[in-house]
T-cell receptor, first 116, second 108 residues
Framework: DTGVSQNPRHKITKRGQNVTFRCDPI?????LYWYRQTLGQGPEFLTY????????KSRLLSDRFSAERPKGSFSTLEIQRTEQGDSAMYLC??????????????FGAGSRLTVL | GQNIDQPTEMTATEGAIVQINCTYQ??????LFWYQQHAGEAPTFLSY????GLEEKGRFSSFLSRSKGYSYLLLKELQMKDSASYLC?????????FGAGTTVTVRA
């Protein structure tokens, strides 16, 4: 297992365009998280899945943002009508279903979005 | 909600010791984490404290006092590769809430 994989690593887009990021978690991990991080700040929680169910969505996530995890494996985060304020690093993390590992999040390398 | 405070920056000399403090106020608490993040990279797990006391792991140690809402991360025998941001995070029911991070710069 190669850990949490995110694609693309970098995305530059023009304001108003739609973008989609993909996250492939560690295979046996049933919990999946999306975070957003801007320069000089810690990661901010966006949303959380347990298997295919989206259990919480932050108020930070406007209606332009949508996340899915259709079969409880990979997840996508789509941003519609991007704005310059959406420029950030989007981090995906996963954790195992039980025991000590249930609370330890393993992060992917992130997808950096730049909106021009 | 969660309120997590840690210093913005710290500088230390190679071979020295640095202590990064973290205070928190949370609506639920199931443990406190420290993550290390090098510039442009993902956060990586360093330590997890659930009970009060000191957890030691090689050159890194983490301390927790739940009654005081306080933790620290102790980095010993600093090396240049320890230059990074150190993130304090608290877990409630299932999600981690992070502080803004402390940037540690190690000088020769």
């Amino acid at each position: 297992d190669t850990g949490v994989s995110q694609n693309p690593r970098h995305k530059i887009t023009k304001r108003g365009q739609n973008v989609t990021f993909r996250c492939d978690p560690i295979s046996e991990h049933n919990r999946l998280y999306w975070y957003r991080q801007t320069l000089g700040q810690g990661p901010e929680f966006l949303t959380y899945f347990q298997n295919e169910a989206q259990l919480e969505k932050s108020r930070l996530l406007s209606d332009r943002f949508s996340a899915e995890r259709p079969k409880g494996s990979f997840s996508t985060l789509e941003i519609q009508r991007t704005e310059q304020g959406d420029s950030a690093m989007y981090l995906c993390a996963s954790s195992s279903p039980r025991g000590f590992g249930a609370n330890v999040l393993t992060f992917g390398a992130g997808s950096r979005l730049t909106v021009l | 909600g969660q309120n997590i405070d840690q210093p913005t920056e710290m500088t230390a000399t190679e071979g020295a010791i640095v202590q990064i403090n973290c205070t928190y106020q949370t609506s639920g608490f199931n443990g406190l984490f420290w993550y290390q993040q090098h510039a442009g990279e993902a956060p990586t797990f360093l330590s997890y404290n659930v009970l009060d006391g000191l957890e030691e792991k090689g050159r890194f140690s983490s301390f927790l006092s739940r009654s005081k809402g306080y933790s620290y991360l102790l980095l010993k025998e600093l090396q240049m590769k320890d230059s990074a941001s150190y993130l304090c995070a608290v877990i409630g029911d299932y999600k981690l809430s992070f502080g803004a991070g402390t940037t540690v710069t190690v000088r020769a």
